[in-house]
């Protein structure tokens, strides 16, 4: 209720002063035309040029702003907007129309001093208008508060820390389990696979001289150099090792040593015979 009296009563000084400016303009201009000089000393020159010319012009613009403004102000329509173009149009007129430090009398500076007050009151009222919010919240903790509901939006929807644990330790426990299976299938499967492997090699083993035996028998089979190849190198392996059996000390391990070497190669041969020389 305060605010539909308070409000047209501040805008009634304005939308007087509007009207008063836009039907005796002449009486504004030279006002209007110091104000405006003003205006183009202190602001730069590509800003200046923006500012009309003609004082005449600009009175009438500045009146018939004062009544459009003041209307809406006294209506309750955009109040707060309302209010702060009053308080900036307000600003020249507080500065030259009330200058009472250029008075030339003590009667004329007495008038414009209070002059002076009167609008810097005014001025006051409307600074107060365009704050108002009537009781509901300003844009800025509107926005604060938006953003706090956006983040607890957002923190729900995140997992929270235990949730976050659970899921964390159940997938240790899952990579631990897997990867001890994993050992565990790699270990037996290493272990076959050691197995074949060695089963095999004994079967190589105990078979590799029957084998060649049979190569040199068959007429066909022992002109292959691949079989030649292997019954001297399984020869010179035998003799070798009967230097070792036979000798001692040093020349014992030098011969031991000769013979491994001259066993694998002839295990080799052997191999390559065996992949060369087929139905025996």
């Given amino acids: 209720m305060i605010r539909k009296l308070a409000r047209p009563m501040i805008a009634s000084v304005y939308i007087a002063d509007g009207a008063d400016t836009v039907m005796n303009t002449q009486a504004h201009v030279e ?59 307000a600003l020249p007129t507080l500065i030259t129309r009330n200058a009472f430090w250029a008075a030339d009398s003590r009667e004329e500076k007495v008038q414009r001093r209070q002059g002076f007050l009167t609008n810097l009151a005014l001025i006051g009222g409307l600074a107060i ?30 997992p929270t820390k235990s949730e976050t644990e659970k899921f964390t330790e159940n997938a240790q426990e899952q990579a631990s389990a897997f990867a001890s299976s994993a050992k565990d299938w790699i270990g037996d499967a290493s272990e076959k696979v050691a197995d074949a492997a060695g089963n ?33 190198a399984q020869d010179r392996a035998q003799d070798a090792l009967a230097e070792a059996e036979k000798a001692s000390g040093r020349a014992a391990k030098k011969a031991d040593k000769r013979y491994g070497k001259l066993q694998k190669d002839a295990e080799k041969a052997l191999k390559k015979a065996q992949k060369r020389v087929k139905n025996i």
Avoid: C, M
């Avoid at 110091?34 to 000393?41: E, H, P």
């Avoid at 919010?133 to 929807?157: F, I, M, S």
């Fill in 200 to 232: 095999a090699k004994d079967y190589v083993d105990d078979n590799k001289d029957d084998w060649l035996k049979a190569a040199q028998k068959n007429t066909k089979a022992a002109k292959k150099k691949v079989v030649k190849a292997a019954a001297r």
């Fill in 129 to 158: 208008t365009s704050l108002d919010t009537e009781g509901k919240p300003g844009l800025k903790w509107r926005a604060g508060h938006a953003a706090k509901v956006a983040n607890k939006k957002v923190q729900k929807a995140l």
């Fill in 31 to 89: 006002a209007t035309e110091a104000v405006t000089s003003n205006l183009r000393s202190l602001l730069p020159r590509q800003y200046a040029s923006f500012i009309p010319k003609d004082p005449e012009t600009v009175a009438k613009a500045v009146g018939g702003t004062k009544i459009g403004a003041g209307s809406l102000l006294a209506l309750g329509k955009a109040p707060r907007l309302s209010a702060a173009v009053l308080a900036l149009l």
